[in-house]
């Protein structure tokens, strides 16, 4: 454990400098080095003679290698801390970056980009739960919401930066460089954040503590009106709506890259909005979970329209998907406020790993649905096809909307008492 009693109770400029920009210099280069390869995609088939199968396989390396450590990193969490876990995992995170840098083989670079996705799989989680320690439960939504903008960040840096960067080294040097930012971020958090302290015999067997979150209703009806909405928010934004611009709405390459752009934008300032919408409705006896359903209510209204073929602005239709949809985020800041202290690593995690899978089976499944059609000379597919899918998707998400609405809008999820005293004062 790190340290045996509580520290003395930080300030919010220290919070700030000392647990929210080191771990978000962390989420910062997870972001950017899990979409890196759309980038380098060009380089890496030129280098290595990669197929379009083998570049694919190549690079989900790192999202089933960072779904796979989700459970253990939450259990790592709880019991040893975010700092002692964080510098762990960049370490090894820097490692593969290294691996992949040097990488002379198709293997060796899967191998690479798997250590790389179990280095970088605790970023976001032990983001949340730092700041779940050391920031009061009505200001979680907020922070969390600077945090995934934070992110978004990220994701916006793996693009024209990176190209940028290529024009002055080659993908191999960029990933010497990336391993060493990562490595100085683990470093910096070690010597930046504060120790946190457990309780003692807060050690609770890892079944039965992951039957818990499970069990605890407030976390059931939190996934139950946000998960499948947050699972298509990241499997349709990371791939199809890029595709829905290039076969329905027939843009041309270069209006597809600079409208996808403007999405990256869309999540750094939807991600901020969010926060700061929730803080200020909870000032006025709005609960988050309430500010959650009325924003997935817009987001599956955005989806109908993909589905009515809604064509005055198919550009501000793929922007308003991301914007709108950046209002699932919040689904972890209400799992951080309504779990014991001692859980919410694992819950935490227990989440990401949902989410994960999730967006997953949307992505692929999406694609299958598509499959369905068959594409014309060009290789696009029917808008048909597209509007049957997002229509899939659109029903797969009333189930949760219905029982929000079942529960009562005015309804919030239950907060445990005890993660409210405990998050009011440091660990």
Same mark, same amino acid.
């Given at each position: 454990m790190e340290g045996t009693q509580n520290p003395p109770r930080l300030s919010g400029?220290?919070?700030f400098f000392t647990v929210f920009l080191p771990f978000a210099l962390g989420h910062y280069l997870s972001s950017m080095l899990r979409n890196v390869n759309a980038v380098l995609a060009p380089d890496l088939l030129k280098a290595l003679a990669l197929t379009p199968g083998q570049l694919g396989l190549l690079t989900s390396a790192f999202f089933f290698a960072f779904a796979l450590v989700q459970l253990p990193v939450g259990i790592a969490l709880d019991r040893y801390g975010p700092r002692k876990v964080q510098l762990a995992l960049m370490l090894f995170a820097a490692v593969g970056a290294l691996l992949f840098a040097y990488g002379q083989s198709f293997a060796q670079l899967? =191998?690479? +980009?798997? &250590?790389?996705?179990?280095?970088?799989?605790?970023c976001f989680m032990s983001a949340?739960?730092?700041?779940?320690?050391?920031?009061?439960?009505?200001?979680? *939504?907020?922070?969390?919401g600077y945090l995934i903008a934070v992110g978004g960040l990220g994701a916006a840096s793996s693009t024209m930066p990176v190209r940028?960067?290529?024009?002055?080294?080659? @993908? #191999?040097? =960029?990933?010497?460089?990336?391993?060493a930012l990562v490595a100085i971020s683990g470093a910096a958090i070690w010597l930046l954040a504060p120790g946190s302290s457990k309780p003692a015999g807060a050690r609770v067997p890892v079944l039965a503590s992951l039957r818990q979150v499970y069990r605890t209703p407030s976390f059931r009806s939190t996934i139950s009106? &946000? /998960?499948?909405?947050?699972?298509?928010?990241?499997?349709?934004?990371? =791939? @199809? $709506?890029? #595709?829905?611009l290039s076969d329905?709405?027939?843009? *041309?390459?270069?209006?597809?890259?600079? /409208?996808?752009?403007m999405s990256m934008a869309a999540v750094i300032f939807g991600a901020i909005a969010v926060g700061m919408i929730?803080? @200020?409705?909870?000032? #006025? !006896?709005?609960? *988050? &979970?309430?500010?959650? !359903? $009325?924003? &997935?209510?817009?987001?599956? /209204?955005?989806?109908?329209?993909?589905? $009515?073929g809604y064509a005055p602005s198919f550009q501000l239709l793929s922007v308003l998907f991301t914007l709108v949809g950046t209002v699932t985020g919040i689904e972890y800041a209400i799992v951080a406020q309504s779990m014991p202290r001692?859980?919410?690593? +694992?819950?935490?995690?227990? /989440?990401?790993?949902l989410i994960f899978v999730g967006a997953f089976l949307v992505q692929a499944g999406f694609g299958l649905v598509v499959g369905l059609w068959t594409p014309d000379a060009g290789g696009h597919y029917p808008a048909q096809a597209y509007r049957v899918a997002f229509g899939v998707l659109v029903l797969l998400q009333l189930p949760g909307l219905i029982g929000w609405l079942r529960r009562g809008r005015l309804v919030s999820a239950p907060v445990a008492a005890p993660a409210v005293e405990e998050a009011h004062r440091p660990a």
């Open positions: 400029v220290a919070v899967v =191998l690479a +980009r798997a &250590i790389l996705g179990c280095g970088l799989g605790g949340v739960k730092a700041l779940s320690t050391w920031i009061a439960p009505n200001k979680l *939504p907020s922070v969390h940028l960067a290529l024009e002055y080294t080659d @993908w #191999r040097g =960029l990933f010497v460089a990336l391993a009106l &946000i /998960l499948i909405p947050h699972a298509v928010f990241f499997g349709i934004q990371g =791939l @199809w $709506i890029g #595709r829905w329905v709405a027939h843009f *041309p390459d270069d209006a597809v890259a600079y /409208l996808l752009y929730t803080e @200020w409705a909870g000032k #006025r !006896g709005v609960t *988050p &979970i309430q500010v959650a !359903g $009325i924003g &997935i209510v817009l987001f599956v /209204l955005v989806q109908a329209a993909f589905v $009515i001692e859980l919410t690593g +694992r819950a935490a995690t227990c /989440l990401n790993l």
